[in-house]
Nanobody, 120 residues
């Protein structure tokens, strides 16, 4: 599976972004999709995931501010991020796997990442 993330950028605190991840190469609908982020000097951390059946899971630190969704017709997964804070600044990565996990080392396929910078 090849993944291409997009939608990052510079945004002021309190603002919103919608990240996209386009998939190709395999049957998209068969895969769980996830979003992780990595801030400078920190470990990659789980943000949200959606199963092949559409069930959603969120990290506690982002609940209420994030919405993950998928469009199987477009082979794309989205992450809507609201009420952004400076501490949300990170490279956001999308991932795909047959199984869903909050551990980044359990995902087989990764996109290149998209940078989100939140200014105060």
């Amino acid at each position: 599976v090849q993944l291409q993330a997009s939608g990052g950028g510079l945004v002021q605190a309190g603002g919103s972004l919608r990240l996209s991840c386009a998939a190709s190469g395999r049957t998209f609908s068969n895969y769980a999709m996830g979003w992780f982020r990595q801030a400078p000097g920190k470990e990659r951390e789980f943000v949200a995931a959606i199963s092949s059946g559409g069930s959603t899971y969120y990290a506690d630190l982002v609940k209420g501010r994030r919405t993950i969704s998928r469009d199987n017709a477009k082979n794309t997964v989205y992450l809507q991020v609201n009420k952004l804070k400076p501490e949300d600044t990170a490279v956001y990565y999308c991932a795909a796997d047959k199984s869903l996990s909050s551990r980044y080392d359990q995902w087989d396929y990764w996109g290149q990442g998209t940078l989100v910078t939140v200014s105060s």
